[in-house]
């Protein structure tokens, strides 16, 4: 019988420990058993291991640093928020959000940039993005000698293991190796994952799903994403892949194969509208979503019929998703939801009329109008999620 690779169990055991911590802290060791449902032997190992990196720290309870409590000291261990530094960033079209964050997940500064990137050669987005970051970078009072990792959200299909980009509407090119651009530019190592599951472990670490281990986002933005979380972990495909949701199919036939992105990706609802100066401008700058609704509010019909259609589309699509996952909580995000009322109705209704009866209630909707600073925290928490399965020592992460 083959035996799991004891180095690997020792990182997941590692890894184990020190999210509990992070999610439960100050939490004493035998907590931390019970919760891990690790042998306590195990976790003073490992405690101690992470203690000696200066990834964790000791808080007593009970001595005479704490009035009104008696007895003996009871050790309670947390993060160390100064351990690491890390920059996450949201590069949509129209606009960048930078946040550099500690160890915990907390943030230090912020920086937006309302530009816009998309179509532009890649060395000119590879400048725009280092300024970003060097900028936020400063603004926390560091500099990128102190930042432990840097990860880049872009909408499209990326290859998380790689840090390749095989598409993006962000992109003239397909098959971007811009990781490995951005570390060479920036000299801290760079991930580049999807904005989809950067936002979902946002809510997880931050957000609506902090106390799951098991949910799914739905992000409607300029692509449509979807962010699976099982066992406290992003579900990727072969070499790391996102998913591009907007690439499901609805139907095929003689006639074609319809796909979702047709009936609700950004283009095909505001492209439902004869443009004129005003909004076609605002589609070029990025913000149609928010014409849009000022058109919706003010019974615009066509456009009205378009979120109307994708709202229904969005719904029976989640309504399969939930018959194949069975998620306690579905989370939509992005800016379809500016659409309003329209829209999330008919997401609704198509929802309830399509999900299985033997599945209704499984699933609660949530409709979250996340901030771009929750997306940039989001890609922070990636890069701390490597930071806490990587082997440490004292002088920091092997990498």
Not at 186 to 214: C, K, Q, Y
Not at 323 to 342: C, D, H, M, N, Y
Request: aromatic residues 4%.
């Amino acid at each position: 019988m083959k035996t799991a690779d004891p180095e690997l169990m020792r990182a997941i055991n590692r890894f184990s420990v020190l999210d509990t911590v992070r999610r439960h802290g100050p939490i004493s060791r035998i907590e931390i058993s019970g919760r891990t449902q690790l042998s306590t032997t195990t976790v003073s190992a490992i405690t101690a291991s992470l203690l000696d990196d200066g990834l964790i720290l000791t808080r007593h309870e009970g001595d005479i640093r704490t009035e009104g409590v008696r007895g003996r000291p009871r050790v309670m261990l947390k993060l160390n928020p100064e351990a690491a530094r890390v920059v996450g960033a949201k590069i949509a079209a129209s606009r960048m959000m930078f946040v550099v964050t500690d160890f915990c997940g907390d943030v230090l500064s912020t920086l937006s940039l309302p530009i816009r990137v998309d179509r532009q050669p890649i060395g000119v987005i590879a400048d725009l993005v280092e300024d970003g970051v060097r900028r936020c970078v400063v603004d926390a009072g560091l500099s990128l000698e102190d930042v432990d990792m840097v990860c880049l959200g872009l909408p499209g299909v990326i290859e998380h293991r790689t840090g390749r980009i095989r598409s993006s509407p962000i992109f003239r090119e397909i098959n971007v190796d811009f990781a490995d651009e951005m570390t060479r530019r920036l000299g801290a190592p760079t991930m580049i994952e999807s904005d989809a599951h950067a936002v979902t472990l946002a809510h997880h670490w931050f957000g609506s799903a902090r106390d799951l281990n098991d949910m799914v986002l739905i992000s409607l933005e300029q692509t449509l994403g979807l962010g699976v979380l099982h066992d406290n972990q992003l579900f990727r495909g072969a070499g790391g892949l996102s998913h591009n949701l907007g690439d499901l199919v609805l139907s095929a036939g003689s006639a074609g194969t319809v796909r979702l992105a047709s009936q609700a990706g950004e283009n095909a609802i505001l492209g439902a509208r004869s443009a004129d100066g005003r909004f076609a401008e605002a589609i070029r700058l990025g913000r149609g979503m928010q014409h849009a609704q000022t058109l919706v509010k003010a019974e615009d019909n066509e456009l009205i019929n378009a979120a109307i259609r994708a709202g229904s589309a969005v719904g029976v699509t989640l309504a399969n998703i939930v018959t194949l996952f069975a998620p306690p909580l579905v989370i939509i995000v992005g800016s379809s939801l500016e659409l309003g009322a329209p829209f999330i109705n008919a997401l609704q209704d198509a929802y309830e009329t399509a999900v299985p009866p033997s599945l209704k209630g499984v699933a609660e909707l949530v409709f979250h109008n996340s901030s771009d600073e929750l997306w940039a925290q989001g890609a922070a928490a990636v890069a701390l999620h490597e930071l806490y399965e990587s082997p440490w020592s004292t002088t920091g992460p092997a990498l």
